[in-house]
């Protein structure tokens, strides 16, 4: 009776279980994520860290997004002196930015006049449906809906898409008997 039930049971567990080579849509999204995790990813701009004369009225915009900048901690303005043409509406600004602590996580690449940062972060949509373009037992092919999130120098950079709030992006995974699904990409 014992070695019955026992039977029974590794019957409906092998039942239950479904095809190792089988990729789902919970399965890609986790792949995804680890992929995501280790090599992230984003877009980037150049932010100037050396000395910069700005016009007041010409550079109005580029001005307010650096005292933004300042005003949040993640720059610091450390030379600046302004002058006032003759006979002139605009004023001149000569001013050197340099990063403070708190903007390393979004420091790429450092140079010695410029910076290249991050303006975008792409982020995987939690609750998404992965779409399955083709998939075999052996190697698959599908999109993933990317959410963007904005840095805070996200004005130093070109946004390649910038009529969304997503974008999409195709992956590839192969199957292997030693190592499961790995995005191959």
């Known amino acids: 009776m014992k070695y019955f039930i026992l039977i029974l049971i590794t019957g409906f567990s092998l039942i239950s279980c479904k095809d190792s080579d089988q990729l789902s849509s919970r399965d890609a999204s986790k792949l995804v ?3 995501i995790s280790k090599n992230p990813l984003y877009e980037t701009g150049d932010f100037s860290t050396s000395q ?3 016009r007041s009225e010409k550079d109005a915009d580029l001005i307010t997004e650096i005292r933004n900048l300042e005003s949040e901690n993640y ?3 450390v030379d600046s002196k302004s002058r006032k043409k003759w006979f002139s509406k605009d004023s001149v600004m000569v001013i050197t930015p340099v990063l403070t602590t708190k903007s390393t996580p979004f420091v790429v690449k450092q140079a010695n006049k410029k910076t290249e940062v991050k303006t975008l972060d792409y982020r995987l949509e939690p609750k998404q449906n992965i779409n399955f373009e083709r998939k075999s037992k052996n190697s698959a092919v599908f999109n993933v809906v990317l959410l963007k999130e904005k840095t805070p120098f996200y004005s130093f950079g070109k946004d390649k898409h910038p009529n969304s709030e997503f974008i999409t992006k195709k992956f590839k ?3 292997s ?3 499961g699904w790995e995005l191959t990409e």
């Open 75 to 77: 720059i610091e303005i």
């Open 173 to 175: 995974a192969r199957y």
């Open 52 to 54: 910069m004369r700005l």
């Open 33 to 35: 994520e680890e992929y």
């Open 177 to 179: 008997k030693e190592n």
